[in-house]
């Protein structure tokens, strides 16, 4: 099958950090996304939870990594900026972000003084406090930043200060600008850090629940994806039908496993974050209309034709068997699958095929197939659009390199 990413030519730039080159043509036409080998190579040997030191001058980058051996900097852009600066870091410039402000202000700016102190242990300095009342965790934006480069989780919007605290749970951003932004962006997706809560999280249950004989694979991304706010409220809105009818905390919201197929390489790279297609007209990839509309019965059961358990959105509790559903259909070195939120309510179990389904049985929100007479692995199938929802895209290496 033709590759069907066309989001590349030669203008594209290199996709590893920095790098200002241009992309490499194959000699069949198409375009890689890196400049070259070395770049490619350096890209994919990051196993996940290695440490890499970061750059000496921008503080945020992983180094480059040529031949297995660490350089200084992400990238010559990097490098030549420090030179130019006399060997002197890149300070991060102040960000347009409403609280804390910059630290150099902070003793002007603020007239509540705080009994905390800041969170970076070798400050002693009261946490900002903005005009509201509220504290944050830091002194300072410096100290903010400086915290993400010595581990703190980082928003995943801007990557540049840590989470904040919103009634006791941390947010996935560092303030409501940047939450703002990607809630008026969406449906979009973000890539989680290596050292985030949630890409281990993720990771670990794509593992646990790999059960098939054949080798585990690498996780290489996981991104969180950002519905729409329309599929968010119906599904929501769903959940809470199912909680009250059947007293089930959350309705029975479980995370469940969905292969399907790629007609792209979105997700593959960081900057990799156009979607290919708005809907599965095409036929050729259905992870890009997923994430803009979410799951659509109506679409669903074309290549797998009415399942075990008839036509429902499968997914699986089992990684290695939502595996067999993916399809590549143009090339890249990774693999995408979709880990979702399925409301599965109140489950009929069943251990024989019952292929003329169009709802679950009475009195029951959704059908888990057993593994045992008909199955191997376990399946989920719900029979509402409503009922299921992606929540992250994980990429693992399809390749053993
Ligand atoms: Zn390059
Ligand atoms: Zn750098
Ligand atoms: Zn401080
Ligand atoms: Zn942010
Ligand atoms: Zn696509
Ligand atoms: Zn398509």
Redesign the pocket.
């Given at each position: 099958m033709m590759c069907?990413d066309r989001s590349r030519s030669k203008d594209t730039i290199c996709a590893f950090p920095d790098c200002l080159r241009n992309v490499w043509k194959d000699p069949d036409g198409s375009f890689s996304a890196f400049c070259g080998k070395q770049h490619r190579n350096a890209m994919i040997s990051h196993p996940v939870g290695t440490n890499i030191p970061v750059c000496k001058n921008c503080q945020v980058k992983p180094v480059y990594n040529g031949n297995g051996q660490f350089y200084n900097f992400c990238g010559v852009r990097c490098g030549r900026d420090f030179q130019k600066r006399g060997g002197h870091p890149a300070v991060p410039p102040p960000e347009p972000i409403s609280s804390p402000e910059v630290g150099g202000s902070l003793e002007l700016a603020s007239t509540l003084v705080s009994q905390k102190s800041c969170s970076l242990q070798t400050c002693d300095r009261p946490v900002w406090v903005d005009d509201s009342g509220t504290e944050s965790e830091y002194c300072s934006n410096q100290h903010r930043s400086l915290a993400v480069e010595l581990g703190a989780e980082a928003c995943l919007n801007c990557k540049k200060f840590p989470k904040i605290l919103v009634s006791g749970k941390r947010s996935d951003f560092c303030s409501d600008t940047c939450k703002q932004s990607v809630i008026d962006s969406a449906p979009t997706m973000l890539d989680l850090d290596t050292n985030d809560k949630q890409f281990l999280n993720v990771s670990n249950q794509f593992l646990d629940a790999w059960k098939h004989p054949s080798e585990v694979p690498n996780i290489f991304k996981i991104w969180k994806i950002y519905n729409k706010k329309s599929d968010n409220d119906r599904f929501e809105r769903y959940r809470l039908l199912i909680e009250r009818k059947t007293g089930l905390a959350n309705g029975n919201t479980c995370r469940r496993w969905h292969g399907t197929k790629r007609?792209?390489t979105l997700g593959d790279t960081s900057n990799r974050t156009s979607f290919?297609?708005s809907?599965?007209?095409?036929?050729?990839?259905?992870v890009?209309?997923i994430i803009q509309r979410s799951f659509k019965l109506e679409k669903s059961g074309t290549r797998y034709t009415f399942g075990r358990f008839g036509r429902g959105i499968y997914t699986s509790a089992t990684s290695s068997k939502a595996d067999s559903y993916v399809q590549q259909n143009c090339f890249s070195i990774y693999k995408a699958m979709f880990l979702s939120d399925v409301v599965m309510g109140k489950t009929a179990k069943m251990k024989r095929d019952n292929t003329v389904l169009t709802e679950p049985p009475q009195g029951y929100d959704s059908v888990v197939g057993e593994p045992g007479l008909a199955l191997n692995y376990d399946e989920s199938i719900v029979y509402k659009d409503d009922a299921i929802r992606p929540a992250s895209l994980g990429l693992k290496t399809q390749v053993k390199i």
């Open positions: 069907r007609g792209c290919c297609c809907d599965d007209d095409d036929d050729s990839c259905c890009c209309p």
